[in-house]
């Protein structure tokens, strides 16, 4: 066994004439012989990282949040640069690109918007982290070429979302993304990631929605899990957990387990999503065949289906409840909409579950919102009409652990307590017909504050196909949904 280095390797590599040329080879001692031997280190430890059972996260912890004065977008906070700077990124898997407010000339405010006393918001300057390195136009993740002045030119970015007129637009930058292992170790990692210096943003952006960076986890190059993966530091796969309470997690290198339920990702090569089929719909006792391709996107808050599906859909529901339907309140995007009686055991909701492409049966645990008025609870069916694409938001996502196994293609989904990292007594989810409401309870009109209630189990009857419902103040429904939240 020889030093790589050493005098026979080097005999070794000048008579095979491979590898590294001869008169390049450092001399022992050099600060060029450290800084090879290191930089082979740190590339062998990538491999084992890449290649061990364990995960990956920020190094703030893999915690994530659903915050509803936020768009009920599940939120994070991550750490860039040296020294560190922290910020509250909403987590993305219907898009690419990581970017954070930077060198602002429109950006959301962090100083007297209504969320600025609640959350600590920053903004990234490239001047005081001594690891922040310019992307240029030459760099293969630079796409708009045509834009740059020169090749020795920043890299402009510019993206558009699915919400109406919201978009992010300035330069790339590279700079290190703090993470550490999810062993008993808890080794600190230093990667370094492309991201994009927000300098404009518009839409969504400003006030209600990610206000401090979106965390882009789609297939694209540019995504931080392309990038972790193609470094070495992570199998390409990663986890996030929806709770019933509005908590998460979420696992870089997670190929979730044996048990889970999978279905194929159906991606197009220009531009890959994780797209999956659906090809059944069960609502109450009624089973809806038919099929529809819907993009798997942790970014939109709700579900949004495209007609026919969607009019098939919400009139199986409407023909399973038996309360009052409301008219339509053009401050909500939900179309079907009751009044819950007072009696919870006459306020049957419909549960409602999707067999997916291979037989696999998703559960939707959170097929309803609760609205609380000074005089009534009002409940609504949790899905949007769609003029372009169809969703699975958020809201079905509820109770699970999913994962996104971008090297096998598939998605897996398996019933998980976010609380209990094993998981390993979960219970597996089954179709239920129906889930019984729970008791009406007084909430003010006013209550900015959303509260993500658990219904008393001792009271609340069948509620297996609705354990948690959504329960919000009509002032939060307005504030966060007259723009709909689609990234």
């Known amino acids: ?80 640069g040296t020294p560190g700077m922290t910020f509250l990124v909403a987590l993305d898997t219907g898009s690419d690109l990581f970017w954070v407010p930077c060198h602002c000339m429109k950006c959301a405010s962090t100083d007297d918007s209504p969320y600025t006393s609640d959350f600590e918001l920053s903004i990234y300057d490239a001047d005081r982290s001594s690891t922040s390195k310019n992307v240029t136009c030459t760099n293969d993740l630079c796409t708009h070429h045509e834009s740059c002045n020169g090749t020795s030119s920043y890299c402009p970015y510019y993206v558009s979302y699915v919400s109406s007129e919201t978009s992010t637009s300035g330069v790339l930058v590279e700079d290190i993304l703090h993470l550490r292992t999810l062993d008993n170790d808890q080794e600190f990692i230093k990667a370094y990631v492309t991201f994009g210096c927000g300098q404009v943003q518009t839409g969504s952006f400003l006030d209600i929605a990610a206000p401090n960076g979106l965390f882009g986890l789609g297939l694209e190059k540019v995504s931080v899990p392309s990038t972790l993966f193609r470094e070495g530091y992570m199998a390409n796969s990663f986890s996030m957990c929806f709770g019933h309470d509005g908590t998460g997690r979420i696992n870089f290198g997670d190929k979730g387990s044996l048990d889970q339920e999978e279905t194929p990702f159906h991606t197009n090569s220009v531009h890959p999503t994780y797209n999956v089929n659906v090809t059944q719909v069960r609502v109450g006792t009624t089973v809806l065949d038919f099929e529809f391709t819907a993009l798997f996107d942790s970014g939109t808050s709700f579900t949004y289906l495209v007609d026919p599906f969607y009019t098939m859909l919400s009139d199986s529901f409407k023909s399973h409840v038996r309360d009052q339907q409301r008219p339509p309140d053009p401050r909500i995007p939900f179309e079907y909409c009751y009044t819950m009686s007072h009696d919870m055991h006459t306020s049957l909701i419909p549960g409602m579950s999707l067999t997916m492409d291979g037989g696999g049966q998703l559960v939707v645990y959170d097929p309803i919102i609760v609205i609380s008025s000074p005089h009534d609870l009002v409940y609504c069916l949790a899905v949007v009409k769609s003029q372009e694409l169809n969703i699975i938001g958020q809201n079905f996502m509820t109770g699970y652990r999913i994962v996104f196994d971008r090297e096998k293609l598939v998605l897996g989904w398996k019933k998980f307590d976010c609380y209990n990292l094993d998981d390993s007594n979960a219970s597996e989810a089954k179709p239920v017909n129906y889930a019984r409401a729970p008791p009406p309870t007084a909430v003010s009109l006013l209550n900015h504050t959303t509260q993500y209630d658990v219904p008393d189990r001792n009271n609340a009857g069948d509620l297996s196909a609705s354990s948690s419902l959504y329960r919000y103040g009509m002032f939060d429904l307005i504030h966060c949904l007259l723009v709909l939240l689609v990234f």
């Open 1 to 80: 066994m020889h030093q790589r280095f050493s005098a026979p390797v080097k005999e070794w590599y000048h008579r095979s004439r491979t590898g590294l040329a001869v008169q390049n080879w450092p001399e022992k001692g050099s600060v060029l012989y450290y800084a090879l031997l290191a930089s082979h280190d740190r590339t062998i430890h990538r491999r084992a990282l890449s290649g061990s059972d364990g995960a990956l996260t920020f190094s703030d912890g893999n915690a994530t949040f659903r915050i509803s004065s936020l768009g009920f977008l599940h939120y994070t906070t991550v750490r860039l």
